[in-house]
């Protein structure tokens, strides 16, 4: 969500707690309801009803989220490097009443209770007969691009792709927020929003799917991994590393003439040191389960390339430095810019699917400005794609794949 749409969302609950502001008198009714079909979030307690405090709680975590709070200058533009985690996650097992523990049946009532009829419960899909996985996924800003192109691409290489996700922006992306939002402990206790777990306890699925988040830790994963693997033993689990981002430097430079391929070389290898560590854990626990879908090598390359003059349409490297539009990072957080959704759809396919999006002979009818990226860009986002992925050692995908 934009910044500016953040302030306006806040904007619209234009009230404080306990008294009105001297613009707006205390909320009707009739008011709190239209919030509540505007912004359904904001009722926390998910009974139907939009009460002053959930509309003001609300509106200050738009705020927070727009002024980047609790970071320093608001640099980071709502997404903390430093937060505190509940000490339940140092417990050997979690509150007893954790959404995990129920079975399956329970699990899906709760949901369903949950949703009131606006979805269903249970999502489920037959075993595809055209070589698709079957695929469940959390994830933040950073996955949103490929999540909106990965099913594009699967579908022009001749695939339907069922993919079902439960995400949020920033922190409320990450696995560890998830969970706790799923099973109704921690920060969420006592309402429980299983999306994923009933679907996961109660249909056949073949792979799951996250993005990473600031301070994660092994734990934050296996707790996912062991509830999938309850249910459907051979699932198979892929984190995407993100990519390199500004707060790595320190401070901004003047200038997009720092950036050399020696920079991004080093800028990538911290960032594949930081996952890979957190991956070989996991690989250690779950054997031959553990992938890394690699969009940070990508990027890195993808760097590298335009130095070199090989991206035709690509004018910059980051917007926030030289301005231009069309850069391959968009803002201080590290956002992708326009037409990157693409690289990292192909590293998503390439990493899931073992092969080359190269080889994808159709053509693919992306979103968007239809002149950019051009034909000779989009190939060069499938090579690079598909060299980082070979390139990764934790990607599970070989050049003989």
């Known amino acids: 969500m934009r910044i500016s749409t953040l302030i306006l969302v806040a ?55 727009a002024t980047g ?27 007893e009443h954790a959404v995990c523990y129920l079975p399956p049946q329970e699990i899906k009532a709760i949901f369903e209770q949950s949703v009131k009829g606006k979805q269903p419960a249970v999502v489920a899909f037959e075993k595809p007969r055209d070589g698709a996985l079957r695929i469940v996924g959390t994830g933040h800003s950073f996955m949103a691009p490929g999540y909106r192109t990965f099913p594009i691409i699967c579908k022009a290489a001749g695939m339907t792709q069922p993919l079902y996700t439960h995400t949020g922006g920033g922190m409320t992306g990450s696995t560890r927020y998830k969970w706790e939002q799923e099973n109704g402990i921690f920060d969420f206790e006592g309402r429980p929003e299983p999306k994923l777990l009933a679907s996961i306890a109660n249909a056949e699925w073949d792979a799951m799917m996250w993005g990473p988040y600031f301070n994660d830790r ?20 892929y984190l995407s590393d993100a990519w390199p981002q500004l707060y790595q430097l320190g401070t901004n430079p003047k200038s997009e003439t720092f950036f050399t391929e020696e920079v991004f070389d080093r800028l990538g290898a911290e960032r594949r040191a930081e996952y890979s ?17 690699p969009t940070s090598d990508a990027m890195v390359l993808a760097a590298k390339a335009y130095l070199r003059g090989e991206l035709p349409g690509v004018e910059g490297i980051h917007r926030v430095i030289g301005g231009k539009e069309r850069s391959l990072w968009r803002d201080q957080l590290g956002h992708i810019g326009p037409g990157f959704d693409r690289l990292e759809g192909y590293v998503f396919y390439a990493t899931l699917y073992g092969k080359s999006p190269e080889l994808i002979e159709a053509d693919i009818p992306f979103d968007g400005n239809a002149s950019f990226p051009g034909p000779q860009l989009d190939r060069k986002f499938r090579q690079i794609a598909w060299q980082a992925v070979i390139g990764h050692p934790l990607s599970g995908v070989t050049q003989s794949r």
């Open 11 to 65: 904007a619209s609950f234009g009230f404080s707690a306990g008294a009105p502001c001297l613009a707006q008198s205390v909320p009707s009714a009739k008011q709190l309801e239209n919030w509540r079909q505007r912004f359904p979030d904001a009722d926390t307690n998910r009974d139907g009803t939009l009460t002053i405090d959930e509309a003001n709680r609300y509106r200050q975590k738009m705020l927070s989220r």
């Open 69 to 95: 709070q609790g970071n320093v200058g608001g640099a980071s533009r709502g997404a903390p490097r430093e937060f505190k985690v509940n000490p339940g996650w140092d417990q050997e097992r979690f509150p």
């Open 218 to 237: 092994p734990a934050y994963y296996s707790c996912w991994i062991d509830f999938c693997l309850k249910y459907n033993p051979d699932m198979k689990f």
């Open 277 to 293: 560590k957190q991956v070989e854990v996991l690989r250690q626990q779950y054997p031959d389960k553990i992938f890394i879908m």
